[in-house]
């Protein structure tokens, strides 16, 4: 099916269901293989794994759909069979979903090649996040800076599991030790993998071979492109670690994460060193 014909089933289809759809193109990435869950990601793929009696996928898509994005494109690979059969056409979810399918991975951002008639702005986000984000609020400041490409961004600690030692005179005969941190912990401002693009962006991606996102960063870097950051401070987690799916599990189960939209970072209980 063509680009031009899947919009045109799409409206379509909203105009059976009378929903409403801000008009953006939302790529979601769940091709990748979930290695930092293995065993379980053998069997499931990652955005499949589950929260309470959802996947964590449906919890990324019910947000979208709330937030008037309706219009996804969900990019598989491992595992694709069992992604599809879970969501179908995405009209039992309240959008319209197609597919991606990489033959071979192609990185998070070399899949983009595959998407049809990118004409306007799109949001891109990778699909093994829980977060209390407002989507439409990265879009805006986006729109309103004119940026080619906007990052979401948010503060991390990270905690060294060494002595960290500062040595004076490292490459000379005797160094010496001047400071001792004994496990220190680091913040850091890290991508949410939430990102908004414009489609000139996808000129800066090989026709072939593997691409990430932080390979098109350095491109678009390279390129003097104006290349903006959204800083968050909400509830962020990311499945792909053992400690964020625990911590999200938790949440569910104490109740924060069954009423809709994930909660606020003012109402959720936050782990010492685990995160914002």
């Not at 399918?101 to 070399?110: C, F, K, N, Q």
């Not at 080619?148 to 060494?162: F, H």
Request: proline letters at 6%.
């Amino acid at each position: 099916m063509t680009g031009r014909a899947r919009r045109d089933q799409k409206k379509e289809r909203r105009g059976l269901r009378g929903g409403e759809s801000c008009g953006m193109n939302v790529v979601i990435l769940a091709g990748g293989k979930g290695t930092r869950l293995a065993p379980y990601t053998t069997v499931l793929p990652k955005p499949l794994m589950p929260l309470g009696d959802r996947a964590i996928l449906e919890v990324v898509v019910r947000k979208l759909a709330e937030e008037s994005f309706t219009d996804i494109t969900i990019s598989v690979g491992h595992l694709a069979h069992l992604i599809e059969a879970v969501f179908g056409d995405g009209t039992r979810h309240g959008v319209d979903i197609g597919y991606i399918r990489e033959d071979v991975p192609l990185g998070t951002a070399g899949s983009l090649r595959l998407v049809e008639d990118v004409d306007d702005t799109l949001l891109v986000m990778n699909g093994d996040i829980v977060t209390s984000l407002d989507f439409r609020d990265v879009v805006r400041r986006h729109k309103s800076r004119g940026n080619v490409l906007t990052i979401a961004t948010t503060q991390r600690q990270v905690k060294v599991d060494y002595g960290v030692i500062d040595v004076e005179g490292v490459s000379t005969p005797a160094p010496t030790v001047i400071e001792y941190h004994e496990k220190p912990l680091l913040d850091w401002v890290v991508s949410m993998g939430i990102y908004v693009l414009e489609p000139q962006v996808l000129d800066f991606i090989p026709d072939g071979g593997y691409f990430d996102f932080p390979d098109l960063v350095h491109v678009l870097l390279d390129a003097s492109a104006p290349i903006g950051a959204f800083v968050y401070d909400g509830l962020w987690l990311d499945i792909g670690r053992h400690e964020d799916y625990q911590r999200a599990l938790t949440l569910w189960e104490e109740g924060h994460l069954r009423t809709g939209d994930p909660p606020h970072r003012e109402n959720v209980p936050l782990l010492s060193g685990s995160g914002p």
